[in-house]
Protein backbone atom coordinates (compact mmCIF):
# COMPACT_ATOMS: atom_id res chain seq x y z
CA UNK A 1 0.00 0.00 0.00
CA UNK A 2 2.37 2.92 -1.52
CA UNK A 3 4.77 1.41 0.44
CA UNK A 4 3.56 2.55 4.40
CA UNK A 5 4.77 0.91 7.54
CA UNK A 6 2.58 -0.19 9.82
CA UNK A 7 3.58 2.12 12.40
CA UNK A 8 2.76 4.92 9.86
CA UNK A 9 -0.42 3.34 8.65
CA UNK A 10 -1.57 3.36 12.73
CA UNK A 11 -0.81 7.49 13.15
CA UNK A 12 -3.09 7.81 9.94
CA UNK A 13 -5.64 5.74 11.46
CA UNK A 14 -5.55 7.50 14.80
CA UNK A 15 -5.92 10.88 13.16
CA UNK A 16 -8.67 10.15 11.25
CA UNK A 17 -10.54 8.70 14.02
CA UNK A 18 -9.64 12.11 15.64
CA UNK A 19 -10.59 14.10 13.19
CA UNK A 20 -13.71 12.09 12.24
CA UNK A 21 -15.39 10.63 15.38
CA UNK A 22 -15.61 6.63 15.49
CA UNK A 23 -19.36 7.01 14.59
CA UNK A 24 -18.46 8.74 11.48
CA UNK A 25 -15.30 6.49 10.10
CA UNK A 26 -18.23 3.44 9.27
CA UNK A 27 -20.03 6.79 7.34
CA UNK A 28 -16.95 7.74 5.31
CA UNK A 29 -15.96 3.93 4.56
CA UNK A 30 -19.70 3.28 2.96
CA UNK A 31 -19.48 6.63 0.91
CA UNK A 32 -16.33 6.12 -0.50
CA UNK A 33 -17.62 2.62 -1.53
CA UNK A 34 -20.40 4.10 -3.35
CA UNK A 35 -18.40 6.69 -5.07
CA UNK A 36 -16.38 4.25 -6.68
CA UNK A 37 -18.85 2.21 -7.41
CA UNK A 38 -20.53 4.69 -9.45
CA UNK A 39 -17.24 5.58 -10.89
CA UNK A 40 -16.37 2.47 -12.32
CA UNK A 41 -19.96 2.02 -14.26
CA UNK A 42 -19.64 5.21 -14.81
CA UNK A 43 -15.93 4.52 -16.56
CA UNK A 44 -17.55 1.20 -17.93
CA UNK A 45 -20.46 3.31 -19.59
CA UNK A 46 -18.05 5.15 -21.40
CA UNK A 47 -15.89 2.41 -22.84
CA UNK A 48 -19.11 0.85 -24.22
CA UNK A 49 -20.25 4.19 -25.65
CA UNK A 50 -16.82 4.56 -27.65
CA UNK A 51 -16.68 1.03 -29.19
CA UNK A 52 -19.67 1.51 -31.48
CA UNK A 53 -17.59 4.49 -32.55
CA UNK A 54 -14.08 3.44 -33.37
CA UNK A 55 -15.34 0.39 -35.68
Known amino acids: MAGLKPAELLIIVAVLLVLFGSTQI ?17 LDEGVAEAEPEET
Not at 27 to 41: C, D, I, M, Y
Open 26 to 42: PKLARSLGQAQKEFKSG
